[in-house]
């Protein structure tokens, strides 16, 4: 698709609760940019296997089911809203089990395709920072900055235990160091798309890092990539 307007474009990949979404959307923040969460939208697909009982790894059941929705993600003031056929999905997207779905139906290469002009448009319209496993190798090559954040899955699984016990949830350290381990090797190994970085991608590993360190390096990233200044 043609690059029409010229846009900024900054892809953040990386595996799960390594921090991109905090990291993107801060970033996108200081610098007045579109933050596009692309892993919502797998999301969403992966909602609508569950509503329709369909498994979320039988290829053709996904596929078929894919003519017969309509995924839409809205941008309201900074924030991405997710509806599914017209309905709003706020944090039912967001549900443990749902990693899960977003995870398997995301492995489908008809799903891949079905949402991939729906990330490009929205970086051909907007200058945006958009997250996800696939975004600096697939979705956006031509992205003027890259970069691949890691963490390790100890202090992803740590950070994940205290964001639901914040929120007074269950949380089971060990279970869900094993949830982030299966699904890195999900992302990781998939034939189509798999999480990787991308050639030129720079590896900002934020182990041990705060939010707001994260977010001073990768503000100096950008400064020194690309010269645009803080606004
Ligand atoms: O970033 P997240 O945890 O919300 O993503 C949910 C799942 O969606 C993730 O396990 C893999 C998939 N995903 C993907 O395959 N490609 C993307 N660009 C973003 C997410």
Redesign the pocket.
């Known amino acids: 698709m043609k690059d029409k307007k010229n846009t900024f474009k900054i892809a953040i990949d990386g595996p799960?609760g390594a921090g991109k979404s905090t990291l993107a959307k801060a970033l996108a923040k200081k610098l007045g940019f579109a933050y596009v969460d692309?892993?919502?939208i797998?999301?969403t697909v992966g909602f609508a296997a569950r509503a329709r009982g369909i498994a979320p790894d039988d290829a053709p059941a996904v596929s078929a089911m894919l003519k017969d929705i309509k995924v839409e993600a809205r941008f309201e003031g900074g924030r991405q809203d997710m509806y599914l056929d017209g309905e709003f999905l706020g944090d039912r997207i967001r549900e443990h089990e749902i990693?899960h779905y977003?995870?398997a139906v995301?492995a489908i290469p008809a799903v891949r395709e079905y949402l991939f002009d729906m990330q490009r448009s929205i970086a051909d319209e907007n200058n945006v920072i958009m997250d996800?496993?696939?975004?600096g190798t697939v979705i956006l090559p031509d992205a003027q900055l890259k970069i691949f954040l890691t963490a390790t899955a100890e202090e992803r699984a740590e950070r994940r235990t205290r964001e639901l016990e914040e929120k007074g949830q269950p949380a089971d350290y060990v279970q869900i160091l094993a949830d982030i381990k299966e699904?890195d090797e999900r992302?990781s190994s998939r034939a189509i798309a798999p999480l990787k970085a991308a050639d030129d991608a720079i590896l900002f590993n934020n182990s041990g890092y705060t939010p707001e360190q994260s977010l001073a390096e990768a503000l100096q990233i950008v400064k020194d990539r690309l010269g645009i200044p803080e606004v």
Do not use: K, Q
């Open positions: 799960g692309t892993g919502a797998y999301r990693s977003a995870s995301s996800g496993r696939d975004i699904r992302d």
